[in-house]
């Protein structure tokens, strides 16, 4: 057991009671922002003249060590240290003897942790933007070779108005841009480094706050000591971020899950990414899709956790704390598997482009169409819809679709209709029509993708998001 806390006790720790508060097992995956906080310390100790330039060379050169040595596996980070910043400690007093026992000057492991854990999780942050930009790439792509891939749209399951299959793949293109617009809010609002907050009242020593900030590339330092070492507000933002890009994976995934069921047959997965049933010769199932779909619920729980790990601690530092690692760990390597797997899953999926389209001209998605037509020639919209209503009864009984009916049929439900509905109905004209901003007609949804493709070559792009021909 090596602790650095030593001096005031005189009886050893409870075995239980060291292996219960020891962090190591899960805070050495931070161990190279622990070092780079160190050596951005020692070097501002330098400049402000409370380390030698000696001291400070010997300092930065043994941490270099440590962490080549634990890169290459010749140091172990092993359990017989407490947590991460007692084994780099420790060590480097081992390497360079005196010197070493200077690191912790003017610092406390409260803001050292709260540093370490910003430095780890600001680096995610841009993780999962790079991921999600990698998607949206994807996402684009599909959508440029799908303007004119017609499909139903839905509400409810059941089918309502046809759209295209860009146009519904452009909803989840929204979905992933606003998630990468929350991870760059989250980033700025986190920015600032806690070191030199000390256990939670500054230190006493002449610390420049500025300049390790600059060094460690933070805004600036942030301007309470005691909300410093406790502020895991960005844990939290960045879950909360992270679960809504679980939810549009989920989603997404769950549709996905439909496609590919046999009764659809909208999309097929691709062999790389299904798997089989041990059981039954026959199965190629969505393994994937449904596994991102349940892991949301355990980057939910992490969010919920530390949410409820926060909600009691009075100021400043507490142990409680400590919870922030492991769940979060966990749902930023969950979150990066699921975007990576994602994206391998959509890029290679084969879209069976007839059997959508034939989708779409049965099951009345034209009916609305319908009604409108007969409001162009005078009808009431109310009427319409009644006269529409009975003529998809009509068409029901006799299993067939709205434009095969004959116009003597069509007459003899409404005296209104003439030759022209066929065309006014058809699906191309259904889609084709609608061109109001966002909607799915082909020459609005290239609009809306050439915008997008300017959003991620980032050209109009400003703080908000929202391009100038559309606010
Ligand atoms: N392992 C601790 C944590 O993760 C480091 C901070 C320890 N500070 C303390 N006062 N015991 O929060």
């Not at 780079?36 to 310390?41: K, L, M, P």
């Not at 609009?447 to 391009?467: A, F, N, S």
Request: proline share 2%.
């Amino acid at each position: 057991m090596a602790q650095l806390w030593g001096g005031r006790f005189t009886r050893e720790t409870d075995k239980l009671v060291y292996n219960f508060n020891a962090s190591v097992s899960f805070d050495k995956k931070f161990y190279r922002q622990d070092i780079e906080g160190s050596i951005a310390h020692v070097v501002m100790l330098e400049k402000q003249g409370i380390l030698t330039k000696e001291e400070k060379d010997e300092i930065v050169k043994g941490l270099t060590g440590i962490r080549q040595d634990v890169e290459n596996g010749v140091l172990q980070i092993t359990e017989e240290y407490e947590d991460i910043h007692s084994f780099v400690e420790a060590n480097l007093i081992e390497r360079i003897g005196e010197a070493g026992k200077k690191l912790h000057t003017g610092r406390s492991r409260n803001d050292q942790v709260a540093l370490d854990m910003r430095l780890y999780t600001r680096a995610e942050v841009l993780a999962a933007d790079e991921l999600l930009k990698e998607l949206l790439e994807t996402l684009l792509h599909i959508m440029e070779e799908n303007i004119e891939t017609y499909m139903p749209g839905f509400t409810h399951l059941q089918k309502a108005q046809p759209v295209t299959l860009a146009h519904h793949i452009g909803a989840y293109f929204e979905m992933f841009k606003r998630d990468r617009l929350r991870l760059r809010d989250i980033y700025g609002r986190m920015n600032y480094c806690p070191l030199g907050a000390g256990a939670l009242a500054g230190t006493t020593y002449p610390l420049d706050r500025y300049y390790t900030a600059s060094l460690l590339g933070f805004e600036a330092p942030t301007l309470n000591s005691m909300d410093s070492v406790s502020d895991r507000d960005y844990v939290i933002e960045f879950l909360s971020a992270l679960s809504t890009i679980m939810m549009h994976l989920s989603r997404f995934c769950e549709e996905i899950i439909i496609w590919n069921s046999n009764e659809y047959r909208f999309v097929e997965i691709d062999d790389s990414y299904a798997t089989g049933s041990s059981i039954m010769p026959q199965k190629k199932n969505p393994d994937i899709a449904e596994l991102i779909r349940g892991k949301t619920g355990r980057v939910y729980g992490a969010l919920i956790s530390i949410l409820t790990t926060m909600k009691g601690i009075p100021l400043a530092y507490n142990k409680d704390m400590q919870e922030d690692k492991e769940l979060t760990f966990d749902a930023i390597d969950t979150v990066k598997g699921c975007l990576a797997l994602f994206e391998g899953m959509v890029r290679t999926m084969k879209f069976n482009r007839q059997i959508m389209e034939k989708s779409a001209m049965m099951g009345f998605t034209n009916a609305t169409d319908a009604a409108d037509y007969l409001v162009g020639k005078g009808v009431a919209f109310r009427d319409a819809h009644g006269i529409i209503g009975k003529l998809v009864l009509y068409c029901i009984d006799k299993k067939c679709s709205i434009d095969d009916m004959t116009i003597e049929e069509l007459k003899s439900i409404s005296p209104v209709f003439s030759e022209d509905i066929y065309e006014k109905i058809s699906l191309k004209t259904c889609v084709e029509k609608r061109l109001t901003v966002g909607a799915p007609g082909s020459e609005a949804m290239r609009r809306v993708i050439q915008l997008e493709k300017e959003y991620l070559t980032g050209d109009w792009y400003h703080e908000m998001g929202i391009p100038e021909s559309l606010s």
